[in-house]
């Protein structure tokens, strides 16, 4: 039976973060500069490769806001790492109505990225260091992968159930 070694893999992962605002380019890019970077951005924490038809589609449904004469800032880049994060986990309705309430409530994108920004990597940190609830031993056997990741998907599902009640809850 074959051990697969997770914190070796999770090692791999903790030496990558979500990019703070102050890492974002400061000038305007063209969309394939921004599928590029969001591609490299996001490598490591999604399996979809972003592509221009994704990005149109984000700005058509309101996700993302129109660029300026083809052009877009930190404030796509910021729209377009949170959607693709969440897009595996919500329905695009759900992140779109999520992302205008943050943005409402927080002082700016600016703000409101940073936080989710913070969040990611304190949670992938503490998930690696050990300092999460879960116990991963390492190497692991097949039964412990199993055991593993039937908690994370438990958990996952909890996750989002307490989150989209919390975030109707705002609606009202």
């Given at each position: 039976m074959e051990n697969f070694d997770i914190k070796l893999w999770l090692s791999d992962l903790d030496d990558h973060h979500l990019p703070k605002w102050e890492e974002f380019p400061d000038f305007e890019l063209y969309m394939e500069q921004l599928v590029s970077l969001g591609n490299r951005y996001l490598a490591y924490f999604s399996e979809t490769p972003l592509t221009s038809s994704m990005i149109n589609s984000y700005v058509k449904k309101g996700l993302m806001s129109r660029p300026e004469k083809k052009r877009y800032r930190a404030e796509h880049i910021a729209e377009l790492i949170v959607i693709s994060l969440l897009k595996t986990t919500y329905p695009l309705e759900t992140i779109r109505n999520c992302i205008e309430k943050v943005i409402r409530d927080e002082e700016s994108v600016q703000i409101a990225y940073d936080n989710f920004a913070d969040r990611f990597n304190q949670t992938l940190h503490a998930l690696y260091s050990g300092n999460d609830s879960i116990s991963?031993?390492?190497?692991?056997?097949?039964?412990?992968?199993?055991s593993i990741s039937e908690e994370l998907a438990v958990r996952a599902v909890i996750y989002r159930l307490v989150s989209?009640?919390?975030?109707?809850?705002?609606?009202?």
């Open positions: 991963i031993k390492t190497p692991a056997t097949k039964l412990e992968c199993v989209q009640k919390i975030m109707s809850s705002k609606n009202e």
